[in-house]
Structure formats: structure tokens, C-alpha cells
């Protein structure tokens, strides 16, 4: 593989190391263009309405404010990126087997799945890195697909929306980073918040991170799917 170190995506949040694929351009004509950035804003609206329809006590007035960041959010396309690519094959059943059972829950927005199934023909695989003292076992068992912000093809100052995937049994690795973020959960799984502990919030839940506090994801029985967005103003 490519040996390279990247600037981190998102403020922190995402380091892209070892990068399984040459460099490559990505670059799309203009008519390619118009269409994609299209199924971007309908993405878009759809996370918006997800985060609408947010009833729960906990973190409400900022998941409206996230819903409100969303809203107002500026797209294009990125021109002539250069990007590293890495190698999803490894999670690539696990991408289709979570999928399917979303489709099949009552409890997901299949409006969404749609909108982010018509984004990842055209999306840039990354994976987290494994930091000092943790295990490295997760490195090749989850990969993210961004496909709004900061590295991908649409182009976004103030939003990064990817999506998460990971196999069954994997925990993703303690962190934290500066921008606040939200996930909507689209399977089953455990997440960990400082301060609340490890709890389930199901298909078609809504969970916020606050700026900084240390958190955590965990799968199951069964892939691990969350689409997420780390907003940076």
C-alpha cells in the first residue's frame, strides 16, 4: 500500500492513514454534477426532517439547532479533488446486509436510505486509524463513506455527512473532537457518552455529541450503521 499522512477532515475527528489506493482525481462533468449535487440537497432535507421529528427530553435544543445548520448549509460540487481512496471490500457484505435490514425496519426513514444509496456509488471511503494502547483489530472492520463536506465530491464549509459502517462485534475507539455532531442511528447498537454510559437507541433514534465529550460506538449481532454529521460552525 501508499504510505501518507493527511491533514484530519474534520477538525480533528477523522485522521485518513495508509491509504490502500493510489491518489486519485475525482472529477465529474457537468451534467454528472448538477445530478449529484442534487441528490446531496435531498439528502440534506431528508436529515433535516429526520432531525425534526427528534421528540425525545435530552439534547432537544441542540439537535434543533443541528436540524437548523442543516437547513441552512451551502453545496457544490468540489472542483478536480484529489483524494486518497481506501479499500472498502472488507466491509462491503456488511454495507449490504445493514442496508437490507434497514429496509426492512419500519422504524427507518426509507427516504433517507435512498438518498444516501444514490451518494455512495460516488463516495470516498476513509477509516479511522488506530491511536496508541487501542486495539487495531477495528481498523479493517469499519470504514466511513463521506459524502457531504470536507473530502468528498460535494463541497460543504460548515457540515461533514458521512456514513458509518462496521462489522458485527467491532467498538469503535473512545474519542472526542471540537465540532458537535449527531448520528441517525439506522441499526441496532450500542453507543457510549461521557457522563451516560453505554445505552441502545435503536433504528431510526437520534443521538447528539456535544463539542468535545469523549464517546463511543459499539456493534452487536449484526453490521453497525449510522449516518453522521460533525458540524465545524
Request: charged fraction near 20%; include cysteine; hydrophobic fraction near 40%.
Amino acid at each position: 500500500g501508499l504510505d501518507s499522512s493527511w491533514a484530519r477532515l474534520t477538525t480533528g475527528a477523522i485522521s485518513v492513514i495508509k491509504a490502500l489506493r493510489m491518489e486519485v482525481p475525482m472529477v465529474i462533468d457537468g451534467r454528472q454534477g448538477a445530478a449529484h449535487l442534487d441528490h446531496a440537497h435531498q439528502l440534506m432535507a431528508r436529515v433535516a426532517e429526520n432531525l425534526g421529528a427528534y421528540r425525545g427530553q435530552d439534547w432537544a435544543h441542540e439537535i434543533a439547532t443541528s436540524r437548523q445548520s442543516v437547513q441552512s448549509a451551502r453545496l457544490s460540487i468540489s472542483a478536480d479533488l484529489q483524494t486518497h481512496i481506501e479499500d472498502d471490500s472488507c466491509i462491503r457484505g456488511c454495507l449490504t446486509e445493514g442496508l437490507a435490514k434497514a429496509e426492512e425496519s419500519s422504524l427507518v426513514d426509507g427516504l433517507l436510505l435512498e438518498c444516501i444509496e444514490r451518494l455512495l456509488p460516488d463516495a470516498v471511503w476513509i477509516k479511522r486509524h488506530s491511536a496508541l494502547n487501542e486495539d487495531a483489530h477495528f481498523v479493517d472492520m469499519h470504514r466511513h463513506a463521506l459524502l457531504i463536506g470536507k473530502g468528498s465530491l460535494v463541497h460543504c464549509e460548515s457540515i461533514t455527512l458521512g456514513l458509518m459502517v462496521m462489522a458485527p462485534g467491532i467498538r469503535y475507539p473512545f474519542h472526542h473532537h471540537p465540532p458537535r455532531e449527531f448520528y441517525l442511528v439506522l441499526s441496532d447498537g450500542e453507543w457510549y457518552q461521557e457522563g451516560a454510559g453505554w445505552f441502545r437507541p435503536g433504528p431510526g433514534a437520534v443521538v447528539y455529541n456535544p463539542p468535545s465529550i469523549r464517546h463511543a460506538v459499539k456493534a452487536g449481532t449484526g453490521p453497525l450503521l449510522a449516518l453522521w454529521g460533525l458540524m465545524h460552525t
